[in-house]
T-cell receptor, first 114, second 110 residues
Framework: EPEVTQTPSHQVTQMGQEVILRCVPI?????FYWYRQILGQKVEFLVS????????KSEIFDDQFSVERPDGSNFTLKIRSTKLEDSAMYFC????????????FGPGTRLLVL | EDQVTQSPEALRLQEGESSSLNCSYT??????LFWYRQDPGKGPEFLFT???AGEEKEKERLKATLTKKESFLHITAPKPEDSATYLC???????????FGTGTQLKVEL
């Protein structure tokens, strides 16, 4: 069964450093998403991406964040200058279409900013 | 602002003891309600999508129902492997973002 994959599974970084989180969405999916979950809190939407551009973003997704689909299979989230409060699980998701379709989530990357 | 509230926060059941989890929502223009299961340290695993009031979906020991204000996830004769956090999420308005509730942490004991 096709699934979303994410790398790395864990990442530890120093405050102020740049990190890139990588995702391989399900192959025939067209919409891609990033969510995050701070420990003990709810899953929060960050950004959705379709046709090589951002279709929607939350207030969390400020200028420190960017997304890219560098090739036909990968989807990345970059945090330019990490802060302590960026420590969280980051989940990538994908769906065939956006309107009503189910979003399938990857296993997540646990980011720890020291 | 869309709001999703799940109750109870935590639930402990004996194996075989059926129960229901609640997800109530206050949203404008519900386009879909999703149930996911989340194991510790893992990503949400899709269970069900419900689109309109009155709709029901079933899978093994789980059954999801939807009204205009809330959804229930019924668990019949649960087993220890059903232990997980169950998340409810809504898709609303014109965008594609899911708004999640805080989840119900279910533990099923022998």
């Amino acid at each position: 069964e096709p699934e979303v994959t994410q790398t790395p599974s864990h990442q530890v970084t120093q405050m102020g450093q740049e990190v890139i989180l990588r995702c391989v969405p399900i192959s025939n999916h067209l919409y891609f998403y990033w969510y995050r979950q701070i420990l003990g809190q709810k899953v929060e939407f960050l950004v959705s991406f379709y046709n090589n551009e951002i279709s929607e973003k939350s207030e969390i997704f400020d200028d420190q964040f960017s997304v890219e689909r560098p090739d036909g299979s990968n989807f990345t989230l970059k945090i330019r200058s990490t802060k302590l409060e960026d420590s969280a699980m980051y989940f990538c998701a994908s769906s065939t279409w956006g309107r009503k379709e189910t979003q399938y989530f990857g296993p997540g990357t646990r980011l720890l900013v020291l | 602002e869309d709001q999703v509230t799940q109750s109870p926060e935590a639930l402990r059941l004996q194996e075989g003891e059926s129960s229901s989890l609640n997800c109530s929502y206050t949203v404008s223009g519900l386009r879909g309600l999703f149930w996911y299961r989340q194991d510790p340290g893992k990503g949400p695993e899709f269970l069900f999508t419900l689109y309109s009031a009155g709709e029901e979906k079933e899978k093994e020991r789980l059954k999801a129902t939807l009204t205009k204000k809330e959804s229930f996830l019924h668990i019949t004769a649960p087993k220890p492997e059903d232990s997980a956090t169950y998340l409810c999420a809504v898709l609303t308005g014109g965008g594609n973002k899911l708004t999640f509730g805080t989840g119900t942490q279910l533990k099923v004991e022998l």
